[in-house]
Protein backbone atom coordinates (compact mmCIF):
# COMPACT_ATOMS: atom_id res chain seq x y z
CA UNK A 1 0.00 0.00 0.00
CA UNK A 2 1.52 3.56 -1.01
CA UNK A 3 1.41 5.61 1.59
CA UNK A 4 0.02 8.93 1.50
CA UNK A 5 2.09 11.67 0.36
CA UNK A 6 1.33 13.82 3.54
CA UNK A 7 2.76 12.09 6.01
CA UNK A 8 5.92 12.84 4.85
CA UNK A 9 5.43 16.16 6.11
CA UNK A 10 4.86 18.11 9.58
CA UNK A 11 0.73 17.77 10.26
CA UNK A 12 1.24 21.28 12.06
CA UNK A 13 2.47 22.81 8.51
CA UNK A 14 -0.39 21.04 6.50
CA UNK A 15 -3.13 22.71 8.87
CA UNK A 16 -1.30 25.71 9.07
CA UNK A 17 -1.27 26.16 4.94
CA UNK A 18 -4.85 25.12 5.21
CA UNK A 19 -6.08 28.05 7.67
CA UNK A 20 -3.91 30.05 6.28
CA UNK A 21 -5.72 29.92 2.55
CA UNK A 22 -9.22 29.98 4.18
CA UNK A 23 -8.15 33.33 6.36
CA UNK A 24 -7.07 34.57 2.86
CA UNK A 25 -10.29 33.94 1.57
CA UNK A 26 -12.23 35.14 4.36
CA UNK A 27 -9.90 38.61 2.89
CA UNK A 28 -10.35 38.24 0.05
CA UNK A 29 -14.51 37.89 -0.21
CA UNK A 30 -14.88 40.91 2.66
CA UNK A 31 -12.93 43.17 -0.74
CA UNK A 32 -15.45 41.30 -2.90
CA UNK A 33 -12.32 39.64 -4.81
CA UNK A 34 -13.53 35.99 -5.91
CA UNK A 35 -10.51 34.27 -7.61
CA UNK A 36 -8.35 32.93 -4.77
CA UNK A 37 -10.44 29.81 -4.58
CA UNK A 38 -9.63 29.24 -8.38
CA UNK A 39 -5.64 29.11 -6.79
CA UNK A 40 -5.93 25.42 -5.93
CA UNK A 41 -7.29 24.38 -9.13
CA UNK A 42 -4.87 26.27 -11.32
CA UNK A 43 -1.85 24.77 -9.03
CA UNK A 44 -3.57 21.27 -9.94
CA UNK A 45 -3.43 22.07 -13.75
CA UNK A 46 -0.26 23.22 -13.65
CA UNK A 47 1.10 19.86 -11.71
CA UNK A 48 -0.73 18.08 -14.44
CA UNK A 49 0.97 20.08 -17.04
CA UNK A 50 4.30 19.08 -15.92
CA UNK A 51 3.50 15.38 -15.21
CA UNK A 52 2.04 14.40 -18.17
CA UNK A 53 1.41 17.01 -21.01
CA UNK A 54 -1.08 14.15 -22.82
CA UNK A 55 -3.92 14.54 -19.60
CA UNK A 56 -3.12 18.18 -19.62
CA UNK A 57 -4.63 18.40 -22.98
CA UNK A 58 -7.87 16.02 -22.28
CA UNK A 59 -8.25 17.72 -19.22
CA UNK A 60 -8.51 21.12 -21.69
CA UNK A 61 -10.79 18.93 -24.28
CA UNK A 62 -13.44 18.33 -21.23
CA UNK A 63 -13.56 22.24 -20.59
CA UNK A 64 -13.68 23.48 -23.65
CA UNK A 65 -17.91 23.07 -23.94
CA UNK A 66 -17.97 24.42 -20.16
CA UNK A 67 -15.70 26.99 -21.20
CA UNK A 68 -17.30 30.65 -20.49
CA UNK A 69 -16.50 34.04 -21.55
CA UNK A 70 -14.54 36.64 -19.98
CA UNK A 71 -16.96 39.23 -20.76
CA UNK A 72 -19.84 37.70 -18.81
CA UNK A 73 -17.78 37.68 -15.25
CA UNK A 74 -16.09 41.22 -15.70
CA UNK A 75 -17.82 43.33 -17.54
CA UNK A 76 -16.39 46.93 -19.54
CA UNK A 77 -12.74 45.14 -20.84
CA UNK A 78 -11.33 45.48 -24.28
CA UNK A 79 -10.38 42.17 -24.26
CA UNK A 80 -12.31 39.02 -24.17
CA UNK A 81 -11.53 35.13 -23.68
CA UNK A 82 -13.26 31.61 -22.57
CA UNK A 83 -12.40 30.43 -19.24
CA UNK A 84 -10.41 28.84 -17.99
CA UNK A 85 -9.90 26.56 -21.68
CA UNK A 86 -7.63 29.79 -23.16
CA UNK A 87 -5.06 30.61 -20.24
CA UNK A 88 -5.05 26.72 -20.51
CA UNK A 89 -4.31 26.75 -24.03
CA UNK A 90 -1.72 29.74 -23.72
CA UNK A 91 0.28 27.73 -20.71
CA UNK A 92 0.53 24.71 -22.92
CA UNK A 93 1.77 26.57 -26.07
CA UNK A 94 4.50 27.67 -23.49
CA UNK A 95 4.99 24.56 -21.97
CA UNK A 96 5.28 22.76 -25.63
CA UNK A 97 8.02 25.40 -26.72
CA UNK A 98 9.90 25.01 -23.44
CA UNK A 99 9.87 21.04 -24.15
CA UNK A 100 10.84 21.98 -28.02
CA UNK A 101 13.86 24.06 -26.64
CA UNK A 102 14.47 21.05 -24.34
CA UNK A 103 14.74 18.50 -26.88
CA UNK A 104 11.71 16.94 -27.39
CA UNK A 105 10.31 17.07 -31.08
CA UNK A 106 6.63 16.50 -32.64
CA UNK A 107 7.17 13.52 -35.17
CA UNK A 108 8.72 14.24 -38.35
CA UNK A 109 6.21 12.50 -40.26
CA UNK A 110 3.61 14.93 -38.78
CA UNK A 111 5.56 18.04 -39.34
CA UNK A 112 6.23 16.89 -42.93
CA UNK A 113 2.48 16.07 -43.53
CA UNK A 114 0.74 17.50 -46.34
CA UNK A 115 -1.81 18.56 -43.83
CA UNK A 116 1.08 20.44 -41.57
CA UNK A 117 2.68 22.15 -44.33
CA UNK A 118 -0.75 23.97 -45.39
CA UNK A 119 -0.94 25.27 -41.77
CA UNK A 120 2.57 26.28 -41.84
CA UNK A 121 1.55 28.82 -44.87
CA UNK A 122 -1.20 29.55 -43.26
CA UNK A 123 -0.08 30.78 -39.77
CA UNK A 124 2.78 32.46 -41.82
CA UNK A 125 0.60 34.63 -44.26
CA UNK A 126 -1.23 35.18 -41.02
CA UNK A 127 2.05 36.58 -39.73
CA UNK A 128 2.83 38.90 -42.47
CA UNK A 129 -0.87 40.26 -42.67
CA UNK A 130 -0.28 41.15 -38.78
CA UNK A 131 2.26 43.06 -39.35
CA UNK A 132 0.85 44.82 -42.47
CA UNK A 133 -2.53 45.03 -40.37
CA UNK A 134 -4.37 48.30 -39.92
CA UNK A 135 -4.24 47.12 -36.53
CA UNK A 136 -1.28 45.05 -35.22
CA UNK A 137 -2.16 44.91 -32.01
CA UNK A 138 -5.59 43.52 -32.61
CA UNK A 139 -4.23 41.10 -34.93
CA UNK A 140 -0.99 39.78 -33.22
CA UNK A 141 -3.79 38.69 -30.53
CA UNK A 142 -5.52 36.68 -33.32
CA UNK A 143 -2.55 34.96 -34.34
CA UNK A 144 -1.59 34.04 -30.49
CA UNK A 145 -5.27 32.37 -30.10
CA UNK A 146 -4.74 30.45 -33.63
CA UNK A 147 -1.02 29.57 -32.57
CA UNK A 148 -2.26 28.51 -29.22
CA UNK A 149 -5.34 26.63 -31.12
CA UNK A 150 -3.27 24.73 -33.30
CA UNK A 151 -0.43 23.42 -31.34
CA UNK A 152 -2.79 22.52 -28.85
CA UNK A 153 -5.36 20.82 -30.75
CA UNK A 154 -3.58 19.79 -33.94
CA UNK A 155 0.19 19.45 -32.96
CA UNK A 156 0.40 18.19 -29.59
CA UNK A 157 -2.66 16.47 -30.11
CA UNK A 158 -1.48 14.34 -33.45
CA UNK A 159 1.05 12.83 -30.72
CA UNK A 160 -2.08 11.66 -28.34
CA UNK A 161 -3.06 10.20 -31.27
CA UNK A 162 -0.39 7.72 -31.43
CA UNK A 163 -2.83 5.42 -29.65
CA UNK A 164 -5.86 4.60 -32.03
CA UNK A 165 -8.10 4.67 -28.28
CA UNK A 166 -6.93 8.20 -27.47
CA UNK A 167 -8.71 9.49 -30.04
CA UNK A 168 -12.12 8.39 -28.62
CA UNK A 169 -11.17 9.38 -25.25
CA UNK A 170 -10.74 13.05 -27.00
CA UNK A 171 -14.33 12.81 -28.73
CA UNK A 172 -15.75 11.31 -25.52
CA UNK A 173 -14.41 13.99 -23.19
CA UNK A 174 -15.85 16.62 -25.48
CA UNK A 175 -19.24 14.35 -25.78
CA UNK A 176 -19.61 14.16 -22.26
CA UNK A 177 -19.12 17.80 -21.05
CA UNK A 178 -21.39 19.10 -24.41
CA UNK A 179 -24.00 16.49 -23.77
CA UNK A 180 -24.75 18.43 -19.89
CA UNK A 181 -24.84 21.76 -22.21
CA UNK A 182 -27.26 20.07 -24.36
CA UNK A 183 -28.91 19.11 -21.42
CA UNK A 184 -28.44 22.71 -19.69
CA UNK A 185 -30.02 24.53 -23.23
CA UNK A 186 -32.90 22.13 -23.44
CA UNK A 187 -34.38 22.39 -19.65
CA UNK A 188 -33.53 26.45 -20.31
CA UNK A 189 -35.31 26.58 -23.80
CA UNK A 190 -38.35 24.47 -22.44
CA UNK A 191 -39.24 27.21 -20.01
CA UNK A 192 -40.21 29.41 -22.84
CA UNK A 193 -41.74 26.66 -25.16
CA UNK A 194 -39.37 24.25 -27.09
CA UNK A 195 -41.72 25.98 -30.36
CA UNK A 196 -40.03 29.50 -29.03
CA UNK A 197 -37.54 30.01 -32.27
CA UNK A 198 -36.43 33.17 -30.92
CA UNK A 199 -35.58 32.12 -27.25
CA UNK A 200 -33.42 29.62 -29.03
CA UNK A 201 -30.54 32.33 -29.87
CA UNK A 202 -29.78 32.77 -26.41
CA UNK A 203 -30.47 29.45 -24.28
CA UNK A 204 -27.20 27.84 -24.63
CA UNK A 205 -25.86 31.21 -22.75
CA UNK A 206 -22.88 31.72 -21.04
CA UNK A 207 -21.44 28.51 -22.86
CA UNK A 208 -22.37 29.36 -26.49
CA UNK A 209 -22.93 32.77 -27.28
CA UNK A 210 -25.59 32.00 -30.25
CA UNK A 211 -27.66 28.80 -31.62
CA UNK A 212 -25.39 29.37 -34.48
CA UNK A 213 -22.20 27.87 -33.14
CA UNK A 214 -23.96 25.72 -30.59
CA UNK A 215 -25.69 24.07 -33.81
CA UNK A 216 -22.08 24.00 -35.82
CA UNK A 217 -20.92 21.85 -33.01
CA UNK A 218 -23.93 18.86 -33.54
CA UNK A 219 -23.13 19.30 -37.17
CA UNK A 220 -19.36 17.80 -36.19
CA UNK A 221 -20.16 15.39 -33.44
CA UNK A 222 -23.47 13.23 -34.77
CA UNK A 223 -21.14 11.78 -37.37
CA UNK A 224 -18.44 10.57 -34.84
CA UNK A 225 -21.04 9.96 -32.38
CA UNK A 226 -22.95 7.05 -35.08
CA UNK A 227 -19.12 6.20 -36.31
CA UNK A 228 -18.71 5.69 -32.19
CA UNK A 229 -21.90 3.47 -31.94
CA UNK A 230 -20.85 1.25 -35.05
CA UNK A 231 -17.52 0.37 -33.25
CA UNK A 232 -19.31 -1.25 -30.12
CA UNK A 233 -19.37 -5.06 -30.48
CA UNK A 234 -23.20 -6.43 -30.99
CA UNK A 235 -23.15 -7.93 -28.07
CA UNK A 236 -23.13 -4.94 -25.77
CA UNK A 237 -26.64 -4.17 -26.34
CA UNK A 238 -27.20 -1.96 -23.34
CA UNK A 239 -23.86 0.09 -24.53
CA UNK A 240 -25.65 0.11 -28.18
CA UNK A 241 -29.34 0.97 -26.57
CA UNK A 242 -27.31 3.66 -24.16
CA UNK A 243 -26.32 5.30 -27.38
CA UNK A 244 -29.13 5.26 -29.22
CA UNK A 245 -30.15 7.22 -26.76
CA UNK A 246 -27.48 9.85 -26.81
CA UNK A 247 -27.53 10.16 -30.22
CA UNK A 248 -31.04 10.82 -30.39
CA UNK A 249 -30.59 13.50 -27.62
CA UNK A 250 -27.84 15.15 -30.18
CA UNK A 251 -30.63 15.13 -32.65
CA UNK A 252 -33.43 16.86 -31.11
CA UNK A 253 -30.85 19.55 -29.65
CA UNK A 254 -30.01 20.10 -33.39
CA UNK A 255 -33.81 20.29 -34.54
CA UNK A 256 -34.41 22.78 -31.51
CA UNK A 257 -31.55 24.58 -32.01
CA UNK A 258 -33.23 26.10 -34.93
CA UNK A 259 -30.33 26.62 -36.74
CA UNK A 260 -30.37 26.50 -40.75
CA UNK A 261 -26.98 26.59 -41.26
CA UNK A 262 -26.30 23.41 -39.50
CA UNK A 263 -29.63 22.36 -41.20
CA UNK A 264 -28.22 22.66 -44.53
CA UNK A 265 -24.62 21.39 -43.71
CA UNK A 266 -25.70 18.04 -42.00
CA UNK A 267 -27.51 17.69 -45.43
CA UNK A 268 -24.55 18.55 -47.66
CA UNK A 269 -22.08 16.11 -45.55
CA UNK A 270 -24.67 13.52 -45.82
CA UNK A 271 -24.43 13.77 -50.01
CA UNK A 272 -20.61 13.78 -49.72
CA UNK A 273 -21.07 10.68 -47.30
CA UNK A 274 -23.11 9.01 -50.12
CA UNK A 275 -20.39 10.19 -52.84
CA UNK A 276 -17.61 8.52 -50.84
CA UNK A 277 -19.61 5.41 -49.72
CA UNK A 278 -20.76 4.69 -53.41
CA UNK A 279 -17.09 5.30 -54.35
CA UNK A 280 -17.88 7.82 -57.24
CA UNK A 281 -14.95 9.02 -59.14
CA UNK A 282 -13.24 12.32 -58.14
CA UNK A 283 -13.75 13.17 -62.26
CA UNK A 284 -17.56 12.50 -62.14
CA UNK A 285 -17.85 14.81 -59.14
CA UNK A 286 -15.74 17.49 -60.70
CA UNK A 287 -17.64 17.00 -64.00
CA UNK A 288 -20.83 16.99 -61.69
CA UNK A 289 -20.11 20.38 -59.96
CA UNK A 290 -18.90 21.85 -63.05
CA UNK A 291 -21.70 21.33 -64.53
CA UNK A 292 -24.63 22.24 -61.88
CA UNK A 293 -22.30 25.73 -61.56
CA UNK A 294 -23.07 26.57 -65.30
CA UNK A 295 -26.69 25.64 -65.12
CA UNK A 296 -27.22 27.83 -62.37
CA UNK A 297 -25.35 30.68 -63.92
CA UNK A 298 -27.43 30.15 -67.33
CA UNK A 299 -30.47 30.80 -65.47
CA UNK A 300 -29.43 32.92 -62.32
CA UNK A 301 -32.29 35.57 -63.18
CA UNK A 302 -34.72 33.50 -62.94
CA UNK A 303 -33.45 32.04 -59.91
CA UNK A 304 -32.89 35.69 -58.42
CA UNK A 305 -35.99 36.60 -59.24
CA UNK A 306 -37.82 33.18 -57.43
CA UNK A 307 -35.74 33.98 -54.42
CA UNK A 308 -37.00 37.42 -54.36
CA UNK A 309 -40.90 36.43 -54.39
CA UNK A 310 -40.01 34.21 -51.07
CA UNK A 311 -41.18 36.23 -47.88
CA UNK A 312 -41.34 33.64 -45.46
CA UNK A 313 -39.77 34.66 -42.45
CA UNK A 314 -37.65 32.72 -39.84
CA UNK A 315 -40.02 31.20 -36.98
CA UNK A 316 -41.03 28.64 -35.04
CA UNK A 317 -43.02 26.46 -37.44
CA UNK A 318 -40.47 24.17 -38.83
CA UNK A 319 -41.96 24.65 -42.45
CA UNK A 320 -41.78 28.35 -42.53
CA UNK A 321 -37.94 27.97 -41.03
CA UNK A 322 -36.97 25.94 -43.43
CA UNK A 323 -38.81 27.96 -46.15
CA UNK A 324 -37.01 31.10 -44.86
CA UNK A 325 -33.41 29.58 -46.05
CA UNK A 326 -33.92 31.60 -49.67
CA UNK A 327 -35.87 34.41 -48.32
CA UNK A 328 -33.46 37.02 -49.36
CA UNK A 329 -36.10 39.58 -49.50
CA UNK A 330 -36.87 40.62 -45.86
CA UNK A 331 -35.64 37.62 -43.60
CA UNK A 332 -32.86 40.16 -41.66
CA UNK A 333 -30.81 37.79 -41.14
CA UNK A 334 -30.21 36.33 -44.41
CA UNK A 335 -30.09 40.25 -45.68
CA UNK A 336 -27.73 40.73 -42.58
CA UNK A 337 -25.60 38.06 -43.68
CA UNK A 338 -25.27 39.59 -47.66
CA UNK A 339 -24.34 43.22 -46.34
CA UNK A 340 -21.62 41.06 -44.63
CA UNK A 341 -20.21 39.61 -47.08
CA UNK A 342 -20.73 42.27 -49.67
CA UNK A 343 -18.60 44.27 -47.16
CA UNK A 344 -15.90 41.99 -47.21
CA UNK A 345 -15.96 42.00 -50.55
CA UNK A 346 -15.62 45.29 -50.88
CA UNK A 347 -12.68 45.42 -48.53
CA UNK A 348 -10.29 42.99 -49.96
CA UNK A 349 -11.26 44.57 -53.76
CA UNK A 350 -9.45 47.51 -51.56
CA UNK A 351 -6.65 45.69 -50.02
CA UNK A 352 -6.10 42.77 -52.10
CA UNK A 353 -2.77 40.69 -51.32
CA UNK A 354 -2.06 41.79 -47.79
CA UNK A 355 -6.31 43.00 -46.31
CA UNK A 356 -6.71 44.51 -43.42
CA UNK A 357 -5.01 42.48 -40.92
CA UNK A 358 -6.25 39.22 -38.95
CA UNK A 359 -9.23 40.00 -36.26
CA UNK A 360 -9.74 43.47 -37.97
CA UNK A 361 -12.82 42.74 -39.94
CA UNK A 362 -15.56 43.75 -37.00
CA UNK A 363 -13.67 47.23 -37.04
CA UNK A 364 -13.41 47.93 -40.33
CA UNK A 365 -16.68 46.90 -42.16
CA UNK A 366 -18.69 49.86 -40.90
CA UNK A 367 -17.25 52.30 -43.43
CA UNK A 368 -17.97 49.65 -46.43
CA UNK A 369 -21.93 49.44 -46.09
CA UNK A 370 -24.39 50.47 -48.25
CA UNK A 371 -27.54 52.30 -46.72
CA UNK A 372 -29.69 50.25 -49.30
CA UNK A 373 -27.98 46.59 -47.95
CA UNK A 374 -28.53 47.93 -44.31
CA UNK A 375 -31.08 45.85 -42.01
CA UNK A 376 -32.72 46.42 -39.18
CA UNK A 377 -29.85 44.27 -37.43
CA UNK A 378 -27.20 46.24 -39.17
CA UNK A 379 -25.01 49.19 -36.64
CA UNK A 380 -24.16 52.14 -37.81
CA UNK A 381 -20.54 51.95 -36.67
CA UNK A 382 -20.42 48.40 -38.03
CA UNK A 383 -18.88 47.08 -34.70
CA UNK A 384 -20.11 44.24 -34.41
CA UNK A 385 -19.86 40.86 -35.55
CA UNK A 386 -17.46 38.73 -38.30
CA UNK A 387 -18.08 38.30 -41.58
CA UNK A 388 -20.18 35.57 -41.28
CA UNK A 389 -18.14 33.37 -43.27
CA UNK A 390 -14.78 30.86 -43.16
CA UNK A 391 -14.04 32.70 -46.35
CA UNK A 392 -14.52 35.80 -46.92
CA UNK A 393 -13.27 36.83 -43.63
CA UNK A 394 -9.72 35.40 -44.74
CA UNK A 395 -10.22 37.01 -47.32
CA UNK A 396 -10.54 40.58 -46.01
CA UNK A 397 -8.34 40.37 -43.65
CA UNK A 398 -5.60 38.54 -45.19
CA UNK A 399 -6.27 38.92 -48.97
CA UNK A 400 -6.20 36.28 -51.73
CA UNK A 401 -3.71 34.37 -50.20
CA UNK A 402 -5.50 34.74 -46.80
CA UNK A 403 -8.29 32.48 -48.75
CA UNK A 404 -5.70 30.10 -50.55
CA UNK A 405 -4.07 29.39 -46.96
CA UNK A 406 -7.89 27.85 -45.39
CA UNK A 407 -8.35 26.06 -48.84
CA UNK A 408 -5.27 24.34 -48.75
CA UNK A 409 -5.75 23.71 -44.95
CA UNK A 410 -9.08 22.25 -46.30
CA UNK A 411 -8.05 20.71 -49.20
CA UNK A 412 -5.18 18.50 -47.92
CA UNK A 413 -6.60 16.97 -45.29
CA UNK A 414 -10.08 15.79 -47.36
CA UNK A 415 -7.29 14.24 -49.37
CA UNK A 416 -6.33 12.82 -46.88
CA UNK A 417 -8.94 11.84 -45.35
CA UNK A 418 -9.92 9.74 -48.07
CA UNK A 419 -6.34 8.17 -48.51
CA UNK A 420 -6.93 6.71 -45.02
CA UNK A 421 -10.22 5.67 -45.42
CA UNK A 422 -9.70 3.52 -48.92
CA UNK A 423 -6.63 2.40 -47.91
CA UNK A 424 -6.37 1.22 -44.58
CA UNK A 425 -6.88 -1.87 -43.26
CA UNK A 426 -8.29 -1.73 -39.85
CA UNK A 427 -12.56 -1.70 -40.03
CA UNK A 428 -12.32 0.45 -37.30
CA UNK A 429 -9.72 3.09 -38.99
CA UNK A 430 -12.36 3.26 -41.76
CA UNK A 431 -15.40 3.73 -39.90
CA UNK A 432 -14.05 6.51 -37.69
CA UNK A 433 -11.56 8.30 -40.84
CA UNK A 434 -14.91 8.20 -42.39
CA UNK A 435 -17.09 10.55 -39.74
CA UNK A 436 -14.30 12.91 -38.67
CA UNK A 437 -14.19 13.14 -42.09
CA UNK A 438 -18.07 13.62 -42.80
CA UNK A 439 -18.27 15.81 -39.61
CA UNK A 440 -15.14 18.01 -41.01
CA UNK A 441 -17.52 18.27 -44.28
CA UNK A 442 -20.65 19.26 -42.51
CA UNK A 443 -18.06 21.97 -40.85
CA UNK A 444 -16.53 22.95 -44.57
CA UNK A 445 -19.96 23.70 -45.14
CA UNK A 446 -21.55 25.55 -42.25
CA UNK A 447 -18.10 27.85 -42.74
CA UNK A 448 -20.24 29.38 -46.14
CA UNK A 449 -22.49 31.15 -43.68
CA UNK A 450 -20.81 31.42 -40.60
CA UNK A 451 -17.32 31.52 -39.18
CA UNK A 452 -16.03 30.08 -35.65
CA UNK A 453 -12.52 28.91 -35.24
CA UNK A 454 -11.84 31.78 -33.49
CA UNK A 455 -13.37 30.36 -30.51
CA UNK A 456 -12.25 27.39 -28.50
CA UNK A 457 -15.74 25.70 -28.99
CA UNK A 458 -15.32 24.99 -32.93
CA UNK A 459 -11.56 24.68 -32.91
CA UNK A 460 -11.45 21.77 -30.35
CA UNK A 461 -13.39 19.67 -33.21
CA UNK A 462 -12.20 21.32 -36.52
CA UNK A 463 -7.97 20.93 -35.42
CA UNK A 464 -8.51 18.10 -33.48
CA UNK A 465 -10.53 16.20 -36.01
CA UNK A 466 -8.14 17.58 -38.37
CA UNK A 467 -4.86 16.15 -36.46
CA UNK A 468 -6.96 12.75 -36.04
CA UNK A 469 -7.08 12.17 -39.94
CA UNK A 470 -3.45 13.43 -39.86
CA UNK A 471 -2.51 10.92 -36.89
CA UNK A 472 -4.40 7.58 -39.01
CA UNK A 473 -2.82 8.70 -42.20
CA UNK A 474 0.98 8.44 -39.91
CA UNK A 475 0.20 5.67 -37.43
CA UNK A 476 -2.75 3.67 -38.24
CA UNK A 477 -3.66 2.78 -41.61
CA UNK A 478 -1.81 -0.12 -41.56
CA UNK A 479 -2.66 -3.35 -39.96
CA UNK A 480 -1.84 -3.68 -36.14
CA UNK A 481 1.08 -6.10 -37.16
CA UNK A 482 2.92 -4.45 -39.68
CA UNK A 483 2.40 -0.81 -37.34
CA UNK A 484 4.25 -3.36 -34.33
CA UNK A 485 7.02 -3.50 -37.19
CA UNK A 486 7.13 -0.58 -37.83
CA UNK A 487 7.70 0.87 -34.75
CA UNK A 488 10.40 -1.70 -33.51
CA UNK A 489 12.12 -0.47 -36.91
CA UNK A 490 12.20 3.17 -35.31
CA UNK A 491 12.79 2.22 -31.87
CA UNK A 492 16.26 0.32 -33.89
CA UNK A 493 17.21 3.51 -35.77
Known sequence: ??????????????????????????????????????????????????????KYLLAIVFFVPLSIPLSTLV???????????????????????LKYLMGARIDLRVLRHPVTLAVYFHLAWMLVTSITSSDPVVSFKMLASRLWFIVGFYLVASQVFRKERSMHTYVWLFIIAFAGVIVYTLINHAGYGLNNQMMAHSVSKPFYKDHTSYGATLGLILPVLVALFLLIKRENTNTRFLMVLLI??????????????AWISIIGSLVIWAIIKLRVRFEIVLAGAVVLVGFFL????????????????????????????????????????????????????????????????????????RSYEKTRISTDFGTMGNAHSEYL??????????????????????????????????????IFSLAVLVGLFSYYLHGVLNNFLDTDKLSVLFWGYTSMLVAMDVYHRESPEEEDAVAQKENKA
Open 1 to 54: MIAWPLERYPRPLFWGIILSFIALNAVMLAFEIYYVPLIPALLLFVALAIISID
Open 75 to 97: KGLSIDMFLPTEPLLAGLLLLYL
Open 248 to 261: ILFIFALIFSYTRA
Open 298 to 369: SIRSQIMVELEKNRVESSSEFSEHIQSMSNISTDQSNLERINRWSCAYRMWRDKPIFGFGPGTYQFEYGRYQ
Open 393 to 430: GPLSESGILGLVGILLVIGTTIYTGLRVYFTSKRRSVR
